[in-house]
């Protein structure tokens, strides 16, 4: 791989074989890889049968490593960014150092491939034409005012969360949403044990009240929209 450019290369976020081809042709000739963990990059690239320098890639020193990397791009090097899992720059990082190098004319090139949040929407059953991803919503200090301004979202919304904190979140949905809005939860998509529970706030926050939240979360939230459309229905 001759061109000196920055790829943004997403990586499978549970099942292995969800590589594309196009990635592991990319990793296999960059000069290096940036890692979110290098442990986890290890055993992708492992499996793949490629051998790389790998290099730490995170949100604690990313701020301090951007002009670093950008500098060896621009001096001639091929560079991929490759989070633990799903495309870099969704809620992982990657946002810094893709804008650093199109701020130095450094050409960035992102490849397609997967992420937990579109499976999540389409198989929630909820329009997908139009939607509203908040990722990972503040833990705590603006947390109630971005709920709010969610509010009267026409859009479906996507968010992830923990399983730590995923009934909470429905809870606080219920509050904010109503709790007859509907919603469908998936977790570890693409993996063994990958489950979607579909139903309104209040009927899936009391799922998992009685079933432990495990692995990764995606909550899908119909907008107001719909709510609307059906109680106009309703009422005809």
Request: aromatic share 8%.
């Amino acid at each position: 791989m001759n061109q000196a450019k920055l790829y943004i290369v997403p990586t499978p976020i549970g099942n292995l074989d969800d590589i594309t081809l196009r990635a592991v042709k990319v990793l296999s000739e960059v000069d290096a890889i940036l890692a979110e963990d290098t442990r986890t990059t290890a055993f992708l690239l492992k499996h793949l049968n490629i051998s790389k320098k790998l290099y730490s890639h995170h949100k604690f020193n990313e701020h301090a490593t951007v002009e670093l990397v950008a500098e060896r791009i621009a001096s001639g090097l091929s560079v991929a960014l490759v989070s633990d899992a799903g495309t870099p720059g969704i809620s992982d990082p990657g946002f810094l150092l893709v804008r650093t190098c199109l701020e130095r004319g450094i050409e960035v090139e992102t490849l397609p491939g997967a992420t937990a949040c579109i499976p999540a929407l389409v198989q929630s059953g909820f329009p997908c034409d139009r939607f509203c991803f908040e990722g990972f919503l503040p833990q705590k200090k603006g947390r109630a005012k971005r709920l709010a301004a969610l509010a009267n979202e026409e859009r479906t919304m996507i968010f992830y969360e923990s399983p730590y904190r995923v009934t909470k979140a429905l809870e606080q949905f219920a509050e904010v949403f109503g709790a007859d809005r509907e919603v469908s939860v998936s977790r570890e998509i693409t993996k063994k044990f990958e489950q979607t529970v579909r139903g309104t706030l209040v009927e899936v926050a009391g799922y998992f009240k009685e079933h432990e939240p495990k692995g990764e979360f995606v909550i899908v939230v119909a907008g107001c929209a719909r709510r609307k459309r059906d109680e106009k229905e309703s009422d005809e």
